[in-house]
Nanobody
């Protein structure tokens, strides 16, 4: 069992930056893929970015060049640095983990956090 806790969300203006954190409770992220997803009201859960602990990361086209996923050396926290935020980035952001390869598909992830709200005003 992996417990995940997201933090760092908030209300910002368009063009601002936020850094989200996803912390693992009780174990490290070593050997896992950690993904960030987002879900806006009335919309399906959408892939944002994912990182594989050994190497590699992937991004949704909508956030490439603006968002960066990274990890800490203690192997317990994954970050999502979000720059040049837009109103369309408004959503609940969730982190999730899976074993194996990088994936953009929500159903392929096994454990999920509760999410943190990001609201970008115009």
């Amino acid at each position: 069992q992996v417990q995940l806790v997201e933090s760092g969300g908030g209300l910002v203006q368009a063009g601002d930056s936020l850094r989200l954190s996803c912390a693992a409770s009780g174990r490290t992220f070593r050997s896992y893929v950690v993904g960030w997803f987002r879900q806006a009201p009335g919309k399906e859960r959408e892939f944002v970015a994912a990182i594989r602990w050994s190497n590699g990361d992937i991004y949704a086209d909508s956030v490439k060049g603006r968002f960066t996923i990274s990890r800490d050396n203690a192997e317990t926290t994954v970050y999502l640095q979000m720059n040049s935020l837009k109103p369309e980035d408004t959503a609940v952001y969730l982190c999730a983990v899976r074993s194996g390869q990088l994936s953009m598909i929500p159903r392929e992830y096994d454990y999920w956090g509760q999410g943190t709200q990001v609201t970008v005003s115009s």
